[in-house]
């Protein structure tokens, strides 16, 4: 039987994950059930047991020979190495065993060489990458020249379309270590040790029909992979798309573009914002609070390194009863907090912004969803701490979700080139005027942009989206994919595509004409509405006593939200057979659904009446 998924014609298959909790197990041998603590304590220390077994493989080939061995993809005797890791590590001979005294079968040492492959084949990309910084290591290396930054591209594999965020990482790095050793490091593998692997027990490592355990707060997760079709996703070809640009209170503004026969780019509506000011500001406060927590955790190991003393991890020394060390400890427990709910708060962030994202495109109609690329680019001259909110934004995991929630509609996800999107008008392509607000026209700023050329003026992320949605529709021909990841990007903006890329201003619908054409109709006049303090209509009063309102009704036993009424239609008195208790008033009715009041009797009728007699109504 063939485990391939059967595919119709304009499906593609996609690979996702199903998540689950396992709450109990089985014993294989005697059939019993076992509890969920019991289980997540069992799965825990087989997950500890191969973790172990992963730190010691890559302890012992974290170096750039193996692992250029691995990267090369043939053994000794010249023959391809199989895709998966487990088994091109026992091709390469690279064994691992488990402590002494533990005896574990073989899909334990499969899923700790399966784990460790994978590390050491990632490691290849890394080692090129800081090798490459390395060979053309520029004079000044906070700010590089053009041309320092053309031989370090041209040093990398793939340099021309990585960004410059990843090079500049790698200059920090050796820059750390050149201060703190006084040296350049000789590869990655001397600037960084090796990593830490995951708590997990990758069953599907072994066998595909396996899921991926791991403990979280206590309980087992299961991790299970599987195959569905979904529509397929185009390059090129797309008349309706969604631009998004990105901002920071705003975190997104997005809306949708049209491409007509003849060229013309018209926007469909005025746009959306995804404003996340509250999560965004929570996330500020989480951030300034992690730090002033590693500033106390390393406070004292400063003070002691400028006294020319040891760090506080040395003097601790793993003495149980030192000073120091429930300090330490928790200083540590309160920074893993933090951290852990900066994370959560993130990933809530992200997920929801992109699923705002599809759902707006799905609205609309579009088939691709236009993102300015901002993985080269840095916050730079708004403010130290404007400049931090924005580098800390989580751009990559919004567009990773919003790529994988796009999947399902057949929505190609593109990314497309920053530059101008924001400082050219969308009409007219003439650079504009950015100013503090629209009724502070001179005042300089960065959020209200004027057009001088075609007098065109709003939000500056209104503008960025309709630039960004006009240069995806336009310079579609040149998307490419990329054949690892699979995503799509537009590398380059040409200036004959990019002349096109202007939004055409649509014409205002026209309303009905209301201009005068002749004498004003006469209309018949209408009676003044009668109002509280407008005197009723002249009628002889009522026999005293008797209630405004009238007779009660004969048929209730009770006023309803009132009071019971247990005397006649002409009775003030009140009864004594009982306490008067109003109904109304303590169900917060109101005071003229229980109060009364009587008109006054007079000897002679007057005639007339004054404003506050006669009818309540």
């Excluded at 020394?317 to 993130?346: C, K």
């Excluded at 919004?398 to 497309?416: Q, S």
């Excluded at 008033?585 to 005639?607: D, K, N, R, S």
């Amino acid at each position: 039987m063939s485990r391939k998924l059967a595919l119709g014609e304009g499906e593609a298959a996609r690979i996702a994950c199903a998540r689950g909790v396992l709450r109990t197990g089985v014993e294989e041998k005697t059939g019993g059930v076992v509890p969920a603590g019991v289980l997540a304590e069992r799965v825990g220390w087989a997950a500890d047991l191969v973790s172990g077994m992963v730190a010691a493989l890559l302890a012992e080939h974290w170096n750039t020979t193996d692992v250029d061995v691995l990267a090369r993809g043939e053994d000794a005797g010249g023959r391809t190495l199989p895709s998966n890791a487990w088994m091109a590590l026992r091709r390469l001979g690279w064994t691992v065993s488990p402590a002494e005294g533990i005896k574990v079968n073989d899909r334990i040492v499969r899923m700790a060489q399966e784990a460790a492959g994978r590390t050491l084949r990632a490691a290849k990309w890394r080692a090129d990458l800081t090798a490459g910084v390395l060979a053309t290591w520029p004079a000044d290396p906070s700010k590089r020249t053009p041309q320092e930054w053309d031989q370090v591209r041209e040093a990398v594999p793939g340099g021309r379309s990585l960004p410059s965020g990843g090079i500049k990482a790698r200059t920090r790095q050796i820059t750390s270590f050149v201060t703190k050793h006084g040296r350049m490091p000789i590869d990655v593998f001397e600037a960084e040790a090796a990593p830490r692997s995951a708590r997990a027990l990758p069953l599907s490592a072994c066998d595909r029909q396996q899921a991926t355990l791991r403990i979280d707060q206590g309980r087992v997760r299961a991790d299970l992979a599987h195959t569905h079709a979904v529509p397929t996703t185009q390059r090129s070809g797309h008349t309706v798309a969604l631009g998004v640009d990105w901002g920071l209170n705003t975190l997104l503004s997005a809306g949708a573009a049209r491409l007509h026969d003849d060229g013309r780019i018209t926007a469909l509506g005025s746009g959306a914002m995804f404003r996340a000011a509250g999560a965004l500001a929570k996330q500020h406060r989480l951030r300034r609070q992690g730090e002033h927590l590693h500033t106390k955790a390393d406070l004292p190991h400063a003070r002691l390194r400028s006294r020319g003393g040891t760090p506080i991890q040395r003097l601790i020394n793993g003495v149980e009863e030192h000073a120091l060390t429930g300090r330490h400890a928790v200083l540590d427990d309160e920074v893993r907090a933090v951290g852990a709910r900066r994370s959560n708060l993130n990933a809530a962030l992200a997920w929801s912004a992109a699923r705002w994202a599809v759902d707006q495109a799905v609205t609309a109609g579009a088939s691709v969803i236009y993102v300015e690329d901002l993985r080269s680019m840095e916050a730079r001259g708004m403010g130290r701490t404007l400049n931090t909110r924005l580098s800390q934004q989580i751009r990559g995991q919004i567009v990773d979700r919003m790529r994988h929630l796009a999947a399902e509609a057949g929505i190609a996800v593109v990314t497309v080139p920053a530059r101008n999107t924001s400082r050219h008008c969308p009409q007219c392509l003439v650079p504009l005027r950015h100013r503090k607000a629209p009724d502070r026209p001179t005042t300089p700023g960065w959020k209200w942009a004027l057009c001088g050329s075609c007098g065109r003026q709003g939000d500056r992320d209104q503008g960025a989206w309709r630039r960004i949605a006009a240069r995806g529709l336009t310079h579609q021909t040149k998307t490419v994919t990329d054949r690892t990841s699979g995503t799509m990007t537009i590398r380059t903006v040409t200036d004959t595509l990019e002349a096109g890329a202007a939004i055409t201003p649509t014409a205002p619908k026209a309303g009905r004409d209301r201009s005068k054409t002749g004498p004003t109709r006469q209309h018949a006049a209408r009676p003044t509405p009668r109002r509280r303090r407008t005197p009723s209509p002249t009628r002889p009063p009522g026999p005293a006593g008797r209630r405004p309102e009238g007779h009660a009704h004969t048929d209730r036993h009770r006023l309803p939200r009132a009071a019971h009424r247990h005397q006649g239609v002409t009775t003030i008195s009140t009864p004594t057979r009982g306490r008067h208790r109003p109904r109304g008033a303590a169900l917060g009715a109101g005071f003229h659904h229980h109060a009364h009041a009587t008109p006054p009797q007079w000897a002679e009728p007057v005639p007339g009446t004054t404003p506050d007699t006669g009818s309540l109504s």
